[in-house]
């Protein structure tokens, strides 16, 4: 996938919880996160502890969740899914089906990350099980989900089916419209469709005034990037205007991409480089991997063919290696998480049993004290 299809959600935003309901250090941490992802996993590891203190096991779920958006920042997916799936047997214990329904849509994400679709598959099927038709947030979630597994299993008709079903015959807001204009622009160009990716682009575009709206400049910079790639058309003074602007939202990410734009434009790879270099300080493996199969290709049209050689085959190796990780020692862990699931749920259990023991004591100490007191005083009498 190209790097600029590269997304990153925020999971609170997506909760049934609400910001103010957090304690001061969890709201803390999601202060800092895009800024500083080692101070925020310590926040988030704090408020963990203090929900657990007092048995808040709602505000529990969240942080682990949280936890979880940390490790899928950093390209740890194991430890990823270990959180979520601790939070999954958090949330059985309560009733909050719209925390459950998007944890649910996290997992399934999460194992299509690893490509074990046959799990993720049967996540969407426990989401589909708490999706309120009256939400249309929520049937615009599941619907979302549905899409992109089609897309993941190539199954092109099915995708473009449901992507129809759902942009033409359920209500949304121009939000939800937007991001499935969005993934239309996605799908046409994963199919090398680029006029058709590069049409909806524009429409994604128009619902946010084009430039005018700093927070979210994805189709934007979607479509400037295809264009390029298409008919290599984009003056520099677009994308000087655009970086200006993604400058003043502090949106590192997206400069990183604009960067990576503007040295295809004026076939210098300084750009390229300070985007790597971006990446790398958010941590973002992916998008740095896919910066650098673009350095590559941008070498090889440039004929440095020498520099185009060592950074594709690198492309190619920690790609490689990444596969072989997947297949043998992701494979591996992915078998034992449901050990480790279960070893969590024993833990529980354990607890609430030490819990009830140290209760029928208290009670008994209690009983036994009363009964001393009204024994004596009953000798006095």
């Known amino acids: 996938m190209n790097s600029i299809f590269y997304i990153v959600i925020s999971m609170l935003a997506m909760l049934s919880i609400t910001f103010e309901e957090l304690s001061t250090k969890h709201q803390a941490a999601w202060n800092i996160y895009h800024k500083d992802l080692d101070s925020a996993e310590k926040l988030f590891n704090d408020a963990l502890i203090e929900y657990r203190s007092y048995l808040d096991i709602r505000r529990e779920a969240v942080a682990l969740i949280d936890l979880a958006t940390v490790n ?30 998007q944890l649910y849509g996290f997992l399934f994400n999460a194992y299509k990350s690893v490509n074990d679709m046959e ?17 249309s947030i929520s049937v615009f979630a599941f619907y979302d989900d549905l899409i992109s597994a089609y897309l993941d299993l190539d199954m092109k008709d099915s995708a473009k089916h449901y992507l129809d079903i759902a942009y033409n015959s359920i209500s949304f807001g121009n939000i939800e419209k937007k991001t499935f204009l969005d993934m239309y622009g996605y799908y046409f ?20 005034d084009k430039w005018k709206n700093n927070n979210d400049l994805n189709a934007t910079l979607n479509y400037y990037s295809i264009r390029q790639e298409a008919y290599g058309d984009v003056s520099i003074k677009t994308v000087d205007s655009l970086l200006y602007i993604i400058d003043e939202a502090k949106q590192p990410s997206d400069v990183a991409q604009l960067l990576a734009l503007k040295s295809n434009i004026t076939k210098d ?71 480790g699931t279960q070893l969590f749920k ?18 008994s100490l209690l009983a036994y004290i ?8 009953r000798r006095k009498k």
């Open 269 to 339: 790879t300084n750009y390229i480089h300070r985007a790597i270099s971006i990446a790398k300080g958010l941590g973002d493996k992916f998008f740095e991997l896919n910066l650098l199969k673009e350095l590559g290709d941008l070498q090889f049209k440039l004929k440095h063919y020498d520099y185009a050689k060592r950074n594709t085959e690198l492309y190619h190796r920690i790609k490689d290696s990444t596969a072989l990780q997947k297949s043998n020692d992701m494979m591996a862990q992915l078998s034992q998480l449901d050990e």
């Open 72 to 101: 899928a920042k950093r390209g740890n997916q194991i430890g990823q899914l270990r959180f979520l799936l601790k939070a999954e047997n958090l949330v059985t214990q309560f009733e909050d089906s719209s925390l459950t329904f």
């Open 189 to 208: 160009y994963r199919f090398n469709q680029l006029d058709s990716a590069l049409y909806y682009y524009k429409k994604s575009m128009d619902y946010y």
């Open 346 to 363: 024993e833990n529980k259990d354990s607890d609430k049993i030490y819990l009830l023991l140290a209760l029928i004591i208290i009670v």
């Open 119 to 135: 799990k993720a598959i049967t996540y969407l099927n426990k989401r589909k099980g708490y999706l309120q038709l009256s939400d």
């Open 370 to 377: 009363i009964f001393t007191k009204f024994s004596t005083y």
